[in-house]
């Protein structure tokens, strides 16, 4: 025998709406009572690796379209984080479910849980081909390289400046000479001095923040 409670998780004190189960299922309305108590779900579980991107999922799909994804990320690289997207195939095609991190890189060694969840009507009208087809899941991963690159930007600057002040002369610190009269930002230009006091000369190395 089908039963309503039987057929959902019901919270809440209110009564139970059919119109306003089948807006949440994504239903046309009138909806046959029959067609939201027959309940079926597929369980998945796996795990993948890309790159130094290393993940454990779990996905539950619903005849009535609810899907629900939990995945776990863990980053092995001890250098580069890494970008990253993951997407569930679940017709055995094109169509699928996605978790994507966007512009936020996973740190070097760092761990990620990310849950998702929605309806997709799709999945309940093609219930009978994603019932039988097994899931598909695919990682890509990225390092990111830019973090890297600012790194060793950084890294350069820095030996530039301890060169240019270990050199030899004094050095002079004046207002930058080419600084619009509209820019009230604070531009100081650095450059050697002679000992007696003028300028080493144009191959002499100026630094202007």
Same mark, same amino acid.
């Given at each position: ?8 998780? !019901? ?18 309305? %009138? ?7 027959? +309940? ?5 579980? #796996? ?14 799909? @619903?005849?009535?379209?609810?899907? *629900? ?18 997407? !569930?195939?679940?017709?055995?095609? @094109? ?6 991190? #966007?512009?936020?890189?996973? =740190? ?25 087809? %097994? ?17 060793? +930007? ?14 030899? #002369? ?19 230009? *650095? @450059?050697?001095?002679?000992?007696? =006091? ?12």
């Amino acid at each position: 025998m089908l039963s309503v409670r039987a057929s959902r998780t !019901f919270v809440g004190d209110a009564p139970i709406s059919v119109r306003a189960w089948a807006q949440l299922e994504r239903r046309d309305f %009138p909806v046959s009572v029959r067609d939201l108590l027959n +309940v079926e779900r597929r369980d998945y579980q #796996g795990r993948i690796t890309a790159g130094d991107v290393e993940c454990s999922y779990d996905v539950t799909l @619903h005849n009535s379209g609810r899907w *629900f994804v939990t995945a776990d990320f863990n980053d092995h690289g001890t250098v580069l984080g890494d970008f990253f997207v993951l997407d !569930f195939a679940v017709d055995g095609g @094109h169509r699928g479910i996605r978790l994507d991190h #966007g512009d936020s890189a996973l =740190g070097a060694g760092d761990t990620l849980r990310m849950n998702d969840d929605g309806v997709d009507s799709w999945i309940r009208d093609h219930w009978e081909t994603i019932r039988d087809a %097994p899931l598909t899941a695919h990682l890509h991963a990225s390092p990111d390289v830019a973090s890297v690159i600012s790194t060793i +930007v950084l890294v350069v600057t820095g030996i530039g400046i301890i060169t240019f002040f270990a050199s030899p #002369g004094k050095v002079q610190a004046d207002p930058c000479p080419d600084q619009p009269p509209d820019d009230h930002g604070q531009c100081i230009r *650095f @450059h050697k001095v002679s000992g007696n =006091g003028g300028d080493d000369g144009a191959g002499t190395p100026a630094l202007t923040g």
